[in-house]
């Protein structure tokens, strides 16, 4: 089995690392970025790859979707701290090839879900399972509690400017950026540009003669 491993965290590389070691016939490589994930991808089309969604250079659910459609035969591993029942919703929808392990979840879980992926067999950690067993409720407006940094940063989305130039702004790093941006649109159960922004008109952060200039 071959393993990408798409997260930046290196007690976690460690971890994973020691798990693959402990099943065995387990060949890991790291990604260091998106970049790099499509190509190690393109030497190994049924690769399994662990992904840090919150933490790697993917912006949303429509990107793992063209990434799933590149690369059918590819088993993912979405392999992060906090993901939303809403979001995770979303992308087990795209196709079985999509597993959810949460980074609190027990070690005999991760075995667990790399055997799943060298089966090529979705496998749902039982924390998001019961998550996503969970009634629904509906998010109310008034409840949504962004810090400083992501209302400042929710403004300059909403204003139209990339994360590049965004980080530039702020003199803070792209990777850091795109976390709060990930952030931001998992409070405000949005999954793009477009519906983030109506939320900072509706809220007053911006008025209408910004954003229409």
């Not at 693959?20 to 890991?28: H, P």
């Not at 429509?62 to 690369?71: C, D, G, K, T, V």
């Not at 649109?185 to 911006?206: C, D, M, P, Q, W």
Request: proline residues 2%; aromatic residues 8%.
């Amino acid at each position: 089995m071959y393993v990408a491993l798409a997260d930046n965290q290196d007690i976690t590389r460690a971890g994973m690392m020691y798990v693959c070691q402990e099943l065995g016939q387990v060949e890991m490589r790291r990604a260091e970025d998106k970049a790099g994930l499509i190509e190690q991808l393109k030497q190994h089309t049924d690769a399994v790859v662990v992904l840090d969604y919150t933490l790697f250079n993917i912006n949303d659910v429509e990107e793992l979707e063209i990434l799933y459609q590149r690369f059918p035969n590819v088993q993912w591993i979405l392999f992060s701290v906090d993901l939303s029942g809403d979001f995770v919703r979303r992308v087990i929808a795209i196709s079985p090839r999509f597993s959810i392990l949460l980074k609190e979840s027990p070690i005999q879980e991760v075995r667990e879900c790399l055997l799943f992926g060298q089966r090529h067999q979705r496998y749902i950690c039982q924390r998001m399972a019961e998550i996503l067993l969970a009634p629904q409720v509906s998010k109310v407006e008034e409840d949504v509690k962004l810090t400083p940094t992501e209302t400042e940063i929710l403004k300059d989305i909403a204003l139209g400017l990339t994360t590049k130039e965004i980080a530039e702004r702020r003199f803070s790093s792209f990777h850091t950026v795109n976390t709060h941006r990930k952030n931001i649109f998992r409070k405000l159960s949005v999954n793009n540009v477009h519906e983030a922004t109506k939320y900072a008109l509706r809220a007053g952060l911006i008025d209408s003669a910004e954003y229409y200039i």
